[in-house]
Antibody, heavy 121, light 107 residues
Framework: EVHLVESGGGLVKPGGSLRLSCAAS????????MSWVRQAPGKGLEWVSS????????YYADSLKGRFTVSRDNAKNSLYLQMNSLRAEDTAIYYC??????????????WGQGTLVTVSS | DIQMTQSPSSLSASVGDRVTIACRAS??????LNWYQQKPGKAPKLLIY???TLQSGVPSRFSGSGSGTEFTLTISSLQPEDFAVYYC?????????FGQGSKVEIK
């Protein structure tokens, strides 16, 4: 059974850094593109970043302005999100999701339960 | 970025009603459009991909249609477990975007 478990969230002061992890099980991580999606309290979904199978292609939402870095370690079945220069507006639940590619179409078929990041002084 | 706009933002409906949610893209996205359902405190769940293909295990009362810039999600007969927030997502661009969500509430 596919499982994605995020960790690393917590309370951080504005300007601080945090590294999120996503542990994958039940499938071979090295076969899938992965992504991060966040959701501010009471708000909608916002795509954050995607990373290809071999990390050759990485994409970020324009709103992040270079503050976040996505990476992966396929040998450890893990996905990461390094978040720097955090702001109050980065407060959100962060989900990792597996991207399924089929017939030229992409969609997130499995999601983790999310980890909460709170940026506050 | 491609902007996705959903309507309505919320609606009230009764069990058994037919419900339609619209999603409009700011430019043509062909049929690179997904629909997700999210219940309180839970992660999103994929319902439909490629605008009209039902994900395995999703009840057939859910359907999707559209291409280009106009899309719809239809629930043919609303069930109690369908009260949730629904999001559209475009994957035409490598910079994905979601609609703002449409909340389906009990009348």
């Amino acid at each position: 059974e596919v499982h994605l478990v995020e960790s690393g969230g917590g309370l951080v002061k504005p300007g601080g850094s945090l590294r999120l992890s996503c542990a994958a099980s039940g499938f071979t991580l090295s076969n899938y593109t992965m992504s991060w999606v966040r959701q501010a309290p009471g708000k909608g979904l916002e795509w954050v970043s995607s990373i290809s199978i071999s990390s050759s292609y990485v994409y970020y939402a324009d709103s992040l302005k270079g503050r976040f870095t996505v990476s992966r370690d396929n040998a450890k079945n893990s996905l990461y999100l390094q978040m720097n220069s955090l702001r109050a507006e980065d407060t959100a639940i962060y989900y990792c999701a597996r991207l399924f590619h089929y017939g030229g179409y992409d969609y997130s078929d499995y999601w983790g339960q999310g980890t909460l990041v709170t940026v506050s002084s | 970025d491609i902007q996705m706009t959903q309507s309505p933002s919320s609606l009230s409906a009764s069990v058994g009603d037919r419900v339609t949610i619209a999603c409009r893209a700011s430019q043509s996205i062909s049929n690179y459009l997904n629909w997700y359902q999210q219940k309180p405190g839970k992660a999103p769940k994929l319902l439909i991909y490629a605008a009209s293909t039902l994900q395995s295990g999703v009840p057939s009362r859910f359907s999707g249609s559209g291409s280009g810039t106009e899309f719809t999600l239809t629930i043919s007969s609303l069930q109690p477990e369908d009260f949730a927030v629904y999001y559209c997502q475009q994957t035409y661009s490598v910079l994905w975007t979601f609609g703002q969500g449409s909340k389906v509430e009990i009348k």
